[in-house]
């Protein structure tokens, strides 16, 4: 946003150095990015009137132009641009002049030598503008400074507004912060419109869309005359980056720039029956934009149209076919309130982002719709001789009411650490323009339509304290306790750090995926992991749900390793995942995932290549529950995809469903186009974290030696090995502190049917060395309760 220090001195008296006034807007959080002086860069620039252009003999894109500055001879000047005409005023850098990054000297161009340059807007550095000559008004004299006819010696601010500052996007708005910050009063621009009696209105406004335009406001003027604007207009255009156009749309420029309302002016000719709607646009229905594009419009795109065709994109751009002309009689004048949401969704829809649209999609004030439109108005009839119809058209059937804010000046003083007395806080409020009335020691603040920023209490707060001085409040420390994590955070930390420590790297994979993803992964319908959430609005057609499982991102991410023929992948993710919950939101839970696949370590010249397999997942799951002191995890066997039918084992944890860990079955890998064995596992984290016990405790080392002892058993075929290895640890305790299985037959002297198990133990007692007696008093209880609760046989 460019705020020239002349205009803006025309609402409010600046009586600081521009310098300082900065320093100030800074400090109260309007943030300057820079300071332009135009003048510094700029000499030797003069009024030209041209007298005559001739085809350049040898260059089709080039042409010779004689302009003559003042009394003196006629110059011959090379130029590009055909924007101009004989008799037309333009800027002249004369040989000599000085431009911001440039000096002019005499060229030649293509056998013909040109003394000087004509400049655009761009070339003077007062907008970026570049695709023609900036033509001057034609009461400009020849020979005159250009730098003090375009008012080049001003000041200018260029101030970064934040989105939730849209009051900000205006000269006035501006002068508002200033006013507040020096304490010097706010003049608004005079608004008095002189009507015509004998003008009637033919306008006739249908809004059929009220949530996307709250407002809409339509004025009338007829016996227009369209020209170019006097200088000051041009100047003041230009002093914000703006290309003067013609009268009557260079006022509705302005208006924008001083009020921050934008405005339209239709050429009432060509809307038939001066009848305006405002509705969302047909499918299929597309429309030409003063940029000379043709756009297709979304059903979502709000319309100004005629009874058959659009006319413009509301709040974005107008149609070329209603835009002001030079034979332009009529206009109807549009102010109007949009919301902000629908207008934003279709600037970018559409990839234009205009000053109108960076308005509208802020939040415009509703309630300076007529306020602005009577300015326009009055201006118009000023500069084009227009005559104004004094019936005005303003749609606006559920007046938007002002939100209502107590403020506790007591809680002020806290949040802020300063004793600011409620009279202070009632004058900083008043002075932008807040309505204030105390009442029982709390202030109850009105606020204007044009702050919509302004929601709650502390909202009120920060606004003292920026009018207060941020740099001026004491400093103080908040009371309050140190933060920490909680038991599940550190738990979640400290699987991060085994699993890089174990040689897995960290993955962060897309909160979204694909239906088909489950098909891929095998998932049937009876899976928890079938159920999805649908996204409302997908950022992609290929993601329109939230990811159940973590493992069709690594599977992605493992293919893609492949494909770069890295030798090995180990990555692990934890994340969450989501399901439905019957309610407006999903059910969440934490998971973690890994995948390895390829090469655990590669071949060297003193050892061969160790694939990832089974056991190295295995193994990472059992050092993870070890490392959070959680008990021994239970295997068991698992069947179904994605895993492979006989390399798979379900995880739990006391008897609880914990996961699952295994070799991918090969179709699934045929299905995410992985060439090489894939061995996962999925843990949820609730169960873990839910067993974990309180702060570790230091357990006295063992003083007395252990006594060992082996024990096998028979059992059936089918039955998992951690079953008697959990009953052995539960019947042995206290005595028992470790049970390892060392060996798994099957055959001869083993009936069919049947399995062999040995289990190596280790007996320990802290009040002694464990005798024979006491080992063999364990043994029988194991015996005992191994052959009552799983039939088992002891051998040998």
């Keep these: 946003m460019r705020v020239p220090m002349r205009w803006l001195a025309e609402f409010v008296d600046v009586d600081v150095p521009v310098d300082k006034l900065a320093e100030l807007l800074d400090l109260s959080g309007t943030k300057v990015e820079a300071v332009h002086r135009p003048s510094a860069a700029i000499g030797g620039v003069v009024v030209a009137e041209v007298l005559g252009i001739t085809q350049h003999p040898n260059a089709d894109s080039l042409t010779l132009v004689d302009v003559r500055a003042g009394s003196g001879d006629a110059e011959l000047v090379v130029c590009g641009a055909r924007n101009f005409r004989v008799g037309d005023r333009v800027p002249l850098a004369q040989v000599g002049a000085r431009l911001p990054e440039m000096e002019i000297t005499e060229r030649k161009i293509r056998g013909e030598t040109s003394r000087g340059m004509l400049c655009s807007a761009a070339e003077l550095g007062v907008s970026a503008d570049h695709s023609g000559i900036l033509v001057l008004p034609n009461d400009a004299a020849p020979g005159d400074d250009v730098v003090d006819l375009l008012g080049l010696d001003d000041t200018i601010l260029e101030l970064e ?5 849209p009051d900000c996007m205006s000269i006035v708005g501006v002068a508002r912060e200033v006013s507040a910050i020096l304490g010097n009063d706010l003049r608004h621009p005079l608004v008095q419109v002189e009507t015509d009696a004998g003008v009637a209105s033919p306008v006739r406004v249908d809004v059929q869309d009220a949530t996307g335009c709250p407002r809409y406001l339509a004025r009338y003027i007829e016996g227009v005359k369209v020209a170019r604007s006097p200088a000051w207009l041009t100047t003041r255009l230009l002093s914000v980056g703006v290309r003067a156009v013609s009268n009557v749309v260079d006022v509705t420029n302005l208006v924008l720039f001083e009020l921050g309302q934008p405005l339209h002016a239709f050429d009432a ?50 149609g070329g076919d209603s835009e002001v002309s030079d034979e332009t009689t009529a206009v109807i004048l549009e102010s109007a309130h949009f919301q902000p949401e629908s207008i934003s969704f279709t600037s970018r829809r559409h990839g234009l982002r205009t000053e109108a649209s960076a308005r509208f999609e802020r939040g415009t004030d509703p309630d300076l719709v ?18 104004v119809a004094p019936d005005i058209v303003d749609q606006y059937p559920s007046p938007i009411e002002r939100a209502s804010i107590t403020l506790r000046p007591r809680r002020a003083e806290q949040v802020l650490g300063a004793p600011l007395g409620i009279d202070q806080q009632a004058s900083y409020l008043r002075a932008l323009e807040l309505e204030v009335v105390e009442s029982d020691g709390a202030l109850q603040v009105q606020v204007p339509l044009f702050r919509p920023d302004l929601k709650r209490e502390i909202d009120l707060v920060e606004e003292v304290g920026r009018l207060a001085g941020f740099d001026r409040l004491p400093n103080t420390l908040p009371p309050g306790r140190t933060g920490r994590l909680d038991r599940e955070q550190r738990a979640e930390r400290a699987i991060r750090v085994l699993l890089a420590d174990l040689g897995l790297h960290e993955a ?5 995926m694909a239906e088909v993803d489950l098909s891929r992964l095998g998932v049937g319908r009876g899976d928890p992991a079938a159920g999805v959430v649908r996204l409302a609005n997908p950022m992609s057609e290929e993601e329109r749900c939230l990811r159940t499982t973590l493992l069709p991102g690594l599977l992605r ?23 439905p919950s019957g309610e407006r939101l999903p059910r969440e839970a934490v998971v973690l995932a890994g995948v390895l696949s390829g090469s655990r370590r590669v071949a060297s010249w003193d050892s061969p290549e160790e694939p990832w397999d089974l056991f190295d997942a295995k193994g990472i799951v059992e050092a993870l529950f070890a490392s959070l002191g959680l008990p021994a995890p239970g295997f068991s066997q698992a069947q179904g995809l994605p895993f492979h039918p006989t390399r798979a084992a379900a995880i739990s944890i006391e008897g609880r469903s914990a996961g699952a860990v295994g070799e991918l079955h090969p179709q699934t890998l045929v299905a995410w186009e992985i060439e090489r064995p894939v061995i996962a596992f999925e843990l949820a984290l609730a169960p873990l974290l839910a067993t974990l016990g309180g702060k570790p405790k230091v357990q006295e080392l063992w003083r007395f030696p252990s006594n060992l002892f082996d024990i096998a058993i028979v059992v059936d075929a089918v039955m998992a090995s951690s079953e008697p290895s959990r009953i052995i640890r539960e019947v042995g305790a206290p005595e028992v502190v470790d ?5 798994v037959y099957e055959g001869d002297q083993i009936p069919a049917g049947k399995k062999s198990l040995a289990y190596a133990l280790e007996l320990r007692a802290q009040e002694g060395t464990v005798t024979d007696a006491m080992a063999a008093e364990v043994r029988d209880r194991i015996v005992g309760a191994l052959a009552a609760r799983l039939g088992a046989e002891l051998r040998g």
């Design 161 to 165: 507004i934040t989105p939730n500052r």
């Design 269 to 318: 000719a060509n809307v038939p029956d001066q009848h305006i709607i405002v509705r969302r646009a047909r499918r299929g229905e597309g429309m030409t934009t003063l940029d000379g594009h043709e756009r297709t419009l979304h059903p979502d795109d709000l319309l100004i149209a005629e009874k058959k065709e659009p006319l413009a994109i509301a709040g974005v751009m107008g």
């Design 370 to 387: 007529s306020v602005a439109a009577d300015r326009a108005a009055s201006l118009i009839a000023d500069l084009a001789g227009g005559r």
């Design 508 to 512: 962060w994979t897309s909160s979204f």
């Design 557 to 579: 991410s493992v293919a893609l390793n492949e494909r770069q023929r890295a030798p090995g992948v180990a990555l692990f993710e934890m994340a969450r995942v989501y399901e």
């Design 739 to 743: 049970v390892r299985l060392f060996d």
